[in-house]
């Protein structure tokens, strides 16, 4: 017997859907290998635009709210990403009041 699969009158959604859930389960597969705690290592940055989009504001209120010490930024080349988690907490701070 030969490592060959025929696909016999399948159509192509049957094809797109069985691949699908191949591919997610070979994912989980390796996702689960991944110590829980690497995954958590490293804090969780966004752009500027996902934070701007996430918070429903501007760039200069970003700013504003770093320059108070409110949001913590990094500056990666000529880019400045924000800690997600800061973003989260924001925003219950603004659900809260």
């Known amino acids: 017997m ?13 094809l ?22 690497e995954k958590s290592k490293y804090p969780e940055l966004l752009t500027r635009t996902e934070a701007m989009k996430l918070l429903g504001r501007s760039a200069p209120y970003l700013w504003r709210l770093n320059k108070n010490g409110v949001l913590r930024s990094r500056k990666m080349g000529r880019s400045v990403y924000y800690y997600k988690e800061d973003i989260f907490n924001r925003l219950n701070q603004n659900e809260a009041a």
């Open 2 to 14: 030969s490592n060959t699969i025929q696909f016999v009158q399948i159509s192509v959604d049957d």
């Open 16 to 37: 797109t859907n069985l691949l699908r859930r191949t591919l997610a389960e070979e994912v989980n597969k390796v996702v689960s290998i991944i110590p829980k705690q």
